[in-house]
C-alpha cells in the first residue's frame, strides 16, 4: 500500500511544529528571547502549512472522513487520541492567536498566562497528530 503524500507531509509539519515549540520553550527558559521568537514563528508556521495541507487534501482530494482500518483495541485506542486530538486541535488556533498578539504588544503577562496551559496542549495536538498518522498508514 502506498500512502499518499499529502498525510506524510502533514505529519512532517506536525513533528517539526512539536520540535520548534520544544526549542522555542527551551530558549525562553535560558531568557533568550530573540532565538524564543524565532523558534516559536517556526512552529507557528508549521502549523499554518500544517492546517492548509490538512484542509486541501480532504477538502478537495480525500474527502471530509478518513476510515480507520483496525479492530479491537488498536481501533478504540485510535478513536480516543482522535476524540481528543480534534477539539484540542480547534481550540489551540484562536488562542495562538491571542498569544501572538499579545506578544506582539509586548504584553508579556498575558501571553505567558495564556501560553503556560497553551503549549503543553499544542504539543499535544502535534504529537498526536503524528501518532494518528502512522496509526492510519504505518502501523496497518
Do not use: D, E
Not at 500512502?3 to 513533528?15: E, G, R, S, Y
Not at 507557528?44 to 486541501?56: K, N, Q, R, T
Not at 476524540?83 to 498575558?110: D, R, W, Y
Not at 499544542?122 to 492510519?136: A, N, R
Amino acid at each position: 500500500m502506498t500512502v499518499p503524500i499529502f498525510p506524510t507531509v502533514n505529519a512532517c509539519l506536525n513533528f517539526l511544529a512539536a520540535l520548534f515549540l520544544m526549542a522555542g520553550w527551551i530558549a525562553i527558559k535560558n531568557n533568550n528571547k530573540p532565538l524564543h521568537k524565532k523558534f516559536m514563528i517556526a512552529a507557528l508556521i508549521s502549523s499554518v502549512l500544517f492546517l492548509l495541507c490538512y484542509v486541501s487534501y480532504h477538502a478537495l482530494l480525500h474527502g471530509v472522513v478518513t476510515k480507520y482500518p483496525g479492530q479491537g483495541f488498536k481501533r478504540g485506542l485510535y478513536f480516543t487520541i482522535l476524540l481528543t486530538h480534534t477539539p484540542l486541535a480547534i481550540i489551540i488556533v484562536p488562542f495562538s492567536i491571542m498569544a501572538v498578539q499579545h506578544a506582539l504588544k509586548g504584553n508579556f503577562i498575558a501571553h505567558t498566562r495564556i501560553t503556560r496551559w497553551l503549549l503543553p496542549v499544542w504539543l499535544y495536538v502535534s504529537f498526536t497528530g503524528v501518532i494518528i498518522y502512522f496509526m492510519l498508514y504505518v502501523w496497518r
